[in-house]
């Protein structure tokens, strides 16, 4: 994991969950907010990466310590079900423990803000829902579906894992899960595949990945991503949502 700041916006310092002379070593200050982006399958958190660019947009609104989540050394091997059921808790647990050490290093359980993709989602629901205690934030961007779609909550994202889970749905039925996860699920554009500049998208990579898109343009431009409470597609598509609550997505989510 790398730890970055406004000082520091490029390459970070490295922390580790079994040794907090890395924390203490690195610019984390436990008096900021704190966050966690986490890839998805077969991705990474380098430059030009979708967390990176969540990692600019994040230090670009506001002072925080930004810690990107790389976990690429666990997914080169293309055995997708083995990947999911052995190495999502693992990757959460650790992650889990080195939210354990920022706190005993002063940072507020509620202070700290989980952002994970596809599988990154389900790595968060397991960190949070073991160092949390019922506080803090988990974004989940199109947390993903094969493996997880009718599981028990315990094994994916859910409401148990944070004080406030919210999910934005991209690519609904193809890489990611359909159902509702959090206590705010945004089906973005209905949230199913295609989604806008993905004309041909049979397997839903493009759409999967447009979610990055949606969030990073509503961190900065909140005013300009209003989600409306519906309580189906169906009302949606006949226009039975109007004039129902609303909210604006990024880090300035309802969080009631």
């Known amino acids: 994991m790398a730890n970055v700041d406004r000082n520091n916006t490029e390459e970070g310092v490295r922390i580790y969950s079994n040794d907090v002379t890395t924390v203490q070593n690195s610019a984390f200050d436990a008096s900021k907010k704190t966050v966690f982006c986490i890839h998805g399958y077969l991705c990474n958190s380098k430059k030009g990466s979708g967390c990176d660019e969540i990692k600019n947009a994040l230090l670009d609104i506001a002072e925080h310590n930004v810690i990107l989540v790389d976990w690429s050394i666990f997914d080169n091997v293309l055995l997708y079900p083995v990947d999911v059921l052995l190495k999502v808790p693992t ?4 992650l889990g423990e080195t939210i354990k050490m920022l706190v005993k290093q002063g940072a507020a359980e509620d202070d700290i803000h ?12 397991h960190a949070g829902s073991l160092a949390l205690n019922g506080k803090g ?17 315990s094994h994916r994202l859910s409401t148990n894992d944070a004080r406030f889970v ?3 749905h991209t690519s609904g039925g193809l890489l990611g899960i359909t159902e509702p996860v959090a ?3 945004v089906y973005y554009n209905g949230g199913m595949n295609p989604q806008p500049g993905c004309p041909i ?3 839903g990579i493009c759409s999967h990945c447009f979610v990055f898109e949606v969030y990073i343009n509503a961190l900065r431009n909140p005013d300009g991503f209003i989600a409306t409470r519906c309580d189906s597609q169906s009302d949606l598509l006949q226009g039975a949502c109007n004039g129902n609550p609303q909210t604006r997505l990024g880090l300035n989510v309802d969080q009631g």
């Open 183 to 185: 206590h705010l699920d």
């Open 166 to 168: 919210e999910a934005i």
């Open 114 to 125: 989980i952002i994970g993709h596809s599988l990154g989602a389900h790595i968060a629901g």
């Open 91 to 94: 990757i959460g647990q650790l």
């Open 201 to 203: 998208d049979l397997l």
């Open 137 to 153: 934030v988990i974004t989940g961007l199109d947390p993903a579906g094969p493996m997880y779609g009718g599981v028990t909550e």
